[in-house]
């Protein structure tokens, strides 16, 4: 991630502010993506195909780029927000060129270990420990392993997140806001959500021995919202491992057991099987499983390529080449 301070009269000689700065970082990736069934674009479809059966590979790539800005009082109180730049055609269902100009932002005040996050936060939920316990080839190939099912808030990297209006309420915006506090080995998140769905979620997690563990809830207003989760992490030897369970409310229980070895120093593969009951309200082939190689090129560049058999049944792959900057 590159830094520009912007160490100029403009932003330092105002009262009351001892730093300000802006960071700028991201990543770019393109390659090929297959899917065994085809939607109307050539991608993999969320609940199976068009019904046309046809396999497709397809080019697919993603350009983000984020910016940070902070500006720190002379209490050390540090203020900033972050929002990201995204163009891609690698989601599941997008069109030839997806994504927006620049997303809603997250603002923020952080001190010692107490941050406080308004607008398209991060969300307790999502942000827990265990909910991203690999990152499957060079897309995620649908992101299976993450056993929460999207049923809370999320930072959306192209879109409004929280922060988003109800639609067809006439609402123009709904309250977001989320508490996070560390000390040590242990760390609280609290998010809240007042609009579309209306949520509260927590979860605390501790890390003892090399071994995170972490405990979430959530009440919400939907019925197929997830509602509580649990997970823990860790080294077995020379492999990583991560077990994650969310009960999903309507949308029942999904367990993800994950985990990463790495072949040398330059290479790694990881791996997950997941079961669940249901998968967004549709009915399972039973369990979602895959594989994964990724491959130091230095520089902060990665060949990367994955497979993946998909809980509607079908199987999709990818291979390409990420460069972070």
Do not use: C
């Amino acid at each position: 991630m590159k830094k520009v301070l912007f160490a100029t009269t403009a932003l330092v000689a105002t009262a009351g502010v001892a730093a300000a700065d802006v960071t700028f970082g991201g990543y770019g990736r393109f390659g090929v993506l297959y899917s065994s069934a085809a939607g109307p674009d050539g991608l993999a479809q969320t609940f199976g195909d068009d019904g046309t059966g046809d396999s497709s590979t397809d080019l697919t790539y993603r350009f983000r780029l984020q910016l940070d800005a902070t500006a720190e009082s002379d209490a050390g109180v540090v203020f900033g927000a972050r929002v990201r730049i995204e163009q891609e055609n690698d989601e599941v269902g997008d069109a030839a060129n997806s994504g927006t100009g620049i997303n809603a932002p997250r603002f923020f005040a952080r001190s010692g270990g107490l941050e406080v996050g308004v607008g398209n936060i991060y969300g307790a939920i999502e942000a827990m420990p265990g909910m991203y316990p690999i990152d499957l080839g060079l897309t995620g190939l649908e992101y299976q392993y993450s056993p929460f099912q999207y049923g809370a808030d999320f930072y959306d990297s192209d879109g409004a997140g929280a922060s988003a209006g109800s639609a067809g309420t006439g609402a123009p915006f709904q309250n977001a806001v989320e508490v996070m506090y560390s000390f040590g080995d242990l760390s609280v998140h609290v998010s809240a959500s007042e609009g579309a769905r209306d949520r509260v979620a927590a979860h605390v997690a501790y890390t003892w021995s090399g071994w995170t563990f972490a405990l979430g809830g959530q009440d919400s207003n939907s019925a197929t919202d997830t509602e509580w989760l649990a997970s823990a992490g860790g080294s077995l030897g020379a492999v990583d491992v991560s077990l994650a369970y969310a009960d999903n409310g309507a949308n029942g229980d999904q367990w993800t057991l994950a985990g990463r070895y790495d072949v040398s120093d330059a290479t790694n593969i990881e791996f997950y099987v997941s079961d669940a009951e249901t998968y967004f309200g549709n009915p399972t082939s039973n369990n979602s499983y895959g594989v994964d190689f990724n491959h130091d090129l230095g520089g902060g560049t990665s060949l990367r390529g994955g497979v993946a058999k998909l809980f509607q049944g079908h199987t999709v792959a990818d291979m390409g080449v990420r460069f972070n900057f």
